[in-house]
Each structure stands twice: as C-alpha cells, then as structure tokens.
C-alpha cells in the first residue's frame, strides 16, 4: 500500500526535527488545523497541509545538431594513441600433445569359467588342515536371528547359490524351518524362518573328515552350543504405587510365547502373612470391562500375555482380595515356554496393594516450615478421591479468602486463593467427602493453616522492562510487598 504524499512529507519532515533539534517537544493535536513545532529557541518550523497532485516539471527542447563529415572524423580518430600489440594476441589452436592410440581389433577365446584345472582338487597333502576358524553365536544369547560358521578354506566351487546350497557340512540340532547358503566360498550362513526359537538349547557341529574343495580335511570335530533365555517377564500390572479394588485383576507380559493355562500354575498370590489365595485366568467380558487391562493385551503380542484374579472359596471374585493389605505375585521358578522346553530357574516378583479405610495422610503449606500467602494447600489421602462426585461445598473455609479454588487431583486436594498474612485458617472436610472405592471419611476433619507474612519484594510494573513516553507524565510506578 503507497503512503499519501502528504504522510510522507510529515514523516521526513518529524525524522529531521528529531535528528536536528533532539531537545524539541513536537505537538500535534487533532483540534489544531495547524500544528506548531515549539521549542525553546530552537528551530521554528510550520507545518500546513499539502497538495496531491503530481510536482510539475519544465519541458527540455532538444539541441540541433549536425554530423561530422568523414574528414572531420577521421581528424578526431587520428588524436588518438596507437593500438599497443601484444604477444598473446594470436595464438595457435591448443590440441592435446598426443592423442590416444586408436583400438586394436583382438580375438575372443572361448574358455569356461571357472577353468577345468581350477575345479580339480589339487592332492590333500598341499593342501593343508581344514579349520573352522568362526562361529556365531555361542553360549547364552538373549536372542538370534542367523547361525554362522566360517572355515579356513574354500568348502564350495563358484557356482549358483541353488548348487552351493546342496553342501552343508555343519549339523544343528534341533533344527528350526528355515534354509542354509553360502556367503562367498568360505562361510554358511543358516537362516531360520522367523528366528530361533526361545527357551530351546541348540547344538552345532562339523565332523571329523569335512573336505574342503581344494582337498582341504577337517582334523576333529568341531562343536559347540548356544542357548536362548526361558521365559522373562515384560510387564506386570496393578502397579505397586496405587490402592487396587478387591477384585482387581492381575496382568502380565512375557518376551516370548506361552501358554497361559501352564503359566498360571506357576503363579501363587500370597498376602503380608504369606497366605496364598487362588487364581484363575481372566475372562474376555472380564478383560474388555478393564479399561487399562484391555490396552495392555492390545499393546502386547499375541500369546506372550495373561490375565488373571484372584477368587474365595465359593470361587466369587467380587471381594476376593483382603482389604488394605500389600500382595506379592511370584511367576515361578518352573514357568514354560511353547516354544522351547526351557523352564525358568529363578522365580519373578511383583506387588501391589488394596484399598484401606478412606482418611487424610498429610496436610502441606509451603516449604521449610514457612507457609506463604501465596503457598497452595495441599491435602494428601490415602485413595484417590471420587470424581465425579466432588463438591466444593464439601470443602469450607474460615475466616473467607478472595478467588477461591478447590481442585482434586487423584487422592490430593489443592486449595488456593488470596490469603490474609499473619492469619490461622481452618479448613473443614465434610463427612461425606468419598474415594473412588465408594468409601467415605465418615465424620468431619478439620485442619489448620497458619499463613506467615510474605516475603519482602518490590518490582516494576509491566515485565521488567519499562518505557516512558516522552509527551507522557513524567513518573514510574513501582510496587512493594513488606
């Protein structure tokens, strides 16, 4: 968008006021047709309105002129010096100081490859000992996708990977699905399907007598074993850090495939005294109504998993748990895996607790033993308080304080406000105030907060940062506490 002539103007015109006369007070004001530029002796200037119509400018009449003759020119050229010639004016056409030689016409000769002499096997005795020389893996591996052995020799003619494949040399037992090939002359490579299998020990061996093919024998034989872990556990629920209901059900995740119903025999539940409860597996209306329990087994493989709870002795599941009491589930030793015989040998724990009688724990203001008029007051239960169901009518306050606020966050409640320094607050529970498990406090709790003075502060107005204008009050506000 073009600015006015006229803004334009004023605007270079206020740009010189300020760069010349800096000490100059500028006042224009609306109800003035012309603003004056005071000052105290200074300069003087007078603004008035503008026009909008382009500036004029004087025509120019063009001069008559008359072209030299060729005498005249050629007079004006010979005043000039002579054109200096220099060496590198002309030069030849650069060319390469030698081109290349043009090809030669040559004979093809007809010879299979590799050559016979080359697949003949020279006599063993030049030969040397065949060695395996590496092998992979070995001993305990979490997991493994291949099994590679390497020789020292070449065991394979350069041939296609079909007819290579034909020759192993190498027996591994148990074998999963999967295939064998060559990678280069001198190493196998054995591929399972999937990956081997876990929980599963697994031997690898090269006989005695294993010719290479330049002639090339195996001494001894070589073998080995490796072994994959048995099974271990992932993820447990309930978490140990939250109150569970009576009838909560149990959760957890393996590294690899299992069979529930065999897992779960492996399992006890026991309470602080050691008494063991029992246990069966988790339906799927079951699961489906667990909202945190169904995002588990969707996060989770399929057939590394189980659910289960825990049921009294007419098999009811409802109160089956002991209230307010710390529970310990140990998966094992002996738990099995489906895909290898391997059982664990240690056993894997996890604990949870239920629910106790609905009360407050604690009760904080601030930190250090000081509490601040501006200090939130946060009061702590031992199970999460029932939302929806909360009301802030539940929740009174004396003597009043301005902007108050109650909010409920799991089982703390925070209260905030405008609070009068140097004064004792009671803050009072409503007995009907209730927990998430359906319990409530049962009787009124009332509670004290003694607020102290603030602390001594003062600051500016704004964000720190303050501008005054120059045609404004002549003051800068500042504020104080204490």
Known sequence: MTLPRRCVSLLLIYSFV???APHSTV?????????????????RFRLSEGTEQ???????????????SDAETEAVLKRLPPIKSETSDETDFATRSQSLPPPRTGLTIAQPFPAANEMAPPDSTTAGTLEVIRYSPQGDVPITPNLSVTFSQPMVAISSQEEAAKYVPVKLTPEPHGK??????????????VRFAMATQYSVSVPAGTKSAIGGTLSSEKSWTFTTPAPKVKTTYPYANDPRPLDSLMFVEFDQRIDPAAVLKTITLSTTGNTQLPLRLATKEEIEADWYVKDLVKAAQKDRWLAFRAIDSNGDTKNALPINTYMT????????????PRTTSTKQEFYFYTYGPFHI???LCGYLGRCKPNDPWRIEFNNPIALPGFEESQVRIEPAMDGLRRTVSGNTLVIDGLKKPETTFRVTLDKSLADSFGQKLGKDETLEFKVGPADPFIWLSGNGFVVLDPDGPRQLSLYTTN
Do not use: C, H, M, Y
């Open 18 to 20: 300020v760069a010349v």
């Open 27 to 43: 006042s224009a004001r609306n109800t003035d047709p012309q603003p004056q530029i005071q000052d105290d002796g200074g300069l």
């Open 180 to 193: 064998w090939r060559w990678i280069g002359t001198k190493t196998l490579l054995f591929e399972p399907d």
């Open 329 to 340: 589930v140990r998966i094992g030793p002996g738990t099995p895996s489906i895909e290898g």
């Open 54 to 68: 382009p500036e004029a400018r004087p025509a120019t009449t063009p001069v008559s002129t008359t072209a030299l």
């Open 361 to 363: 724990t604690q009760s």
